[in-house]
């Protein structure tokens, strides 16, 4: 479920970028990307409001399948000290890699004495 909502937001993103392109506000891409035809089909304004309309609704479907990527993304993947699981940690663990390359998932960095005597 999670890769069909990450395709969806890959899809809007792309149609979100061609109908920012399309608009012939400020004298943008609009007219060599054929925002000049839609501007003759619709008129000059119509199309400006369609285009706008349809740029609003993208990003707020976006925001939205964001959104919603937390809610399906697994949450129970995590240890006690909030630190994520990884089958890679696990086996450098076990491999004994851990001590030698630093590894420690529950042991925090020991805190230095800077105090002279």
Not at 32 to 57: C, H, N, Y
Not at 66 to 80: A, Q, R, Y
């Amino acid at each position: 479920m999670l890769g069909f909502v990450i395709g969806l937001i890959i899809f809007v993103s792309i149609l979100i970028v061609i109908s920012v392109l399309a608009q012939n506000s400020k004298g943008g891409a609009g007219g060599p990307m054929g925002g000049g035809a839609t501007s003759q089909v619709f008129g000059v304004s119509r199309s400006g409001d369609i285009l706008e309309k349809t740029t609003w609704t993208l990003v707020i479907i976006l925001v939205v399948l964001c959104l919603s990527t937390s809610f399906l993304i697994d949450k129970n993947g995590v240890n006690e000290n909030g630190v994520p699981n990884s089958v890679n940690i696990d086996k450098a663990i076990e491999a004994g890699a851990g001590a030698g390359a630093g590894i420690q998932q529950s042991q925090p960095a020991a805190k230095a004495d800077t105090t002279k005597k």
